[in-house]
T-cell receptor, first 114, second 112 residues
Framework: KAGVTQTPRYLIKTRGQQVTLSCSPI?????VSWYQQTPGQGLQFLFE???????NKGNFPGRFSGRQFSNSRSEMNVSTLELGDSALYLC?????????????FGDGTRLSIL | GENVEQHPSTLSVQEGDSAVIKCTYS??????FPWYKQELGKRPQLIID?????GEKKDQRIAVTLNKTAKHFSLHITETQPEDSAVYFC???????????FGTGTKLQVIP
């Protein structure tokens, strides 16, 4: 089985722009979670999607949004980019998103804001 | 919400020695505790996990212990090797729909 695939791997944007990141889960996995990883902060939970519905959301401003398509692929959008949004954005998939299921991570998208 | 604290933030050991990483959690409802290893420039990978109905779990050189009363769990790596050098993250989840809370990570360096 192919693993979790994230595109693009690297992005450079300027303040005020918006960006869309993509995540394709492992085949058969219906839950996709997104995390922001920064040095010293570890992995911060953004949101989780299952069957095209957002079920959980972390403590991030409304500039961070996402969606999931019928094939379980997910996108994350960040509008009005700020310097502090520079980070590695990871997505992870699991079968049904139950809390006691292992998550499988992608390689991430490294976003740099100039 | 859940809060997971992880110590130490950095750990250096000689090859062959043991390494211990400790985590505490705040939500007594948490019942699933995975550990992830992230090598430089790579994705986090699950290395071991434990559920709240189990006190200890071992897989070759790694083991995890859980103390539900103290809300404390630990990762033990024995006979460390240079390839164990990485950042290790603990995490806790209350079950239900997935909202996993991660610790801030421990950078382990194994010195040959």
């Amino acid at each position: 089985k192919a693993g979790v695939t994230q595109t693009p791997r690297y992005l450079i944007k300027t303040r005020g722009q918006q960006v869309t990141l993509s995540c394709s889960p492992i085949s058969g996995h219906r839950s996709v979670s997104w995390y922001q990883q920064t040095p010293g902060q570890g992995l911060q939970f953004l949101f989780e999607y299952f069957s095209e519905t957002q079920r959980n959301k972390g403590n991030f401003p409304g500039r961070f949004s996402g969606r999931q398509f019928s094939n379980s692929r997910s996108e994350m959008n960040v509008s009005t980019l700020e310097l502090g949004d520079s980070a590695l954005y990871l997505c992870a998939s699991s079968l049904t998103g139950q809390g006691n299921q292992p998550q499988h991570f992608g390689d991430g998208t490294r976003l740099s804001i100039l | 919400g859940e809060n997971v604290e992880q110590h130490p933030s950095t750990l250096s050991v000689q090859e062959g020695d043991s390494a211990v990483i400790k985590c505490t959690y705040s939500d007594s409802a948490s019942n699933y505790f995975p550990w992830y290893k992230q090598e430089l420039g790579k994705r986090p990978q699950l290395i071991i996990d434990i559920r709240s109905n189990v006190g200890e779990k071992k897989d070759q050189r790694i083991a995890v212990t859980l103390n539900k009363t103290a809300k404390h769990f630990s990762l033990h790596i024995t006979e460390t090797q240079p390839e164990d050098s990485a950042v290790y993250f603990c995490a806790a989840s209350p079950g239900g729909y997935q909202k996993v809370t991660f610790g801030t990570g421990t950078k382990l360096q194994v010195i040959p």
